[in-house]
């Protein structure tokens, strides 16, 4: 594998389980804390993430489909950032419905 590839890799396990630490982390104080911004911040965040998260998966796709070597690795990368779609849409649902509870709309 070369350079570039491993570092595209890297890259994308690390922004994948940042995004999820971090959309975690916004999730729960929410959850704890009850303020209204932070539902403003955490849709955003996941609008971002997702933004973020589907160009690095647009080169993963690339890279799968001229790496015939290292197709398990970065398959495995795939299934990584796709990981954070069902995650997020979770969130999201409890997210409002907490906030239609809490603050009413």
């Known amino acids: 594998m070369e350079e570039f590839e491993k570092n595209i890799l890297d890259y994308a396990k690390n922004m994948a389980i940042g995004s999820f630490l971090i959309g975690t982390l916004i999730f729960v104080s929410f959850v704890l804390f009850s303020i ?4 403003y911040m955490g849709v955003l965040f996941v609008l971002l993430a997702i933004m973020a998260n589907g160009i690095i998966l647009f080169q993963l796709i690339y890279l799968w489909v001229h790496q ?38």
Do not use: D, H, M, S
């Not at 209204?36 to 539902?39: D, M, P, R, W």
């Not at 015939?68 to 990368?77: D, F, G, S, V």
């Not at 954070?84 to 709309?105: C, D, E, H, S, V």
């Open 36 to 39: 209204e911004n932070l539902a």
């Open 68 to 105: 015939k070597e290292n197709r398990i690795a970065i398959r495995n990368t795939i299934f990584l950032v796709l990981a954070n779609l069902p995650i997020a849409f979770i969130f999201l649902k409890i997210g409002a419905q907490l906030y239609t509870n809490r603050f009413g709309f």
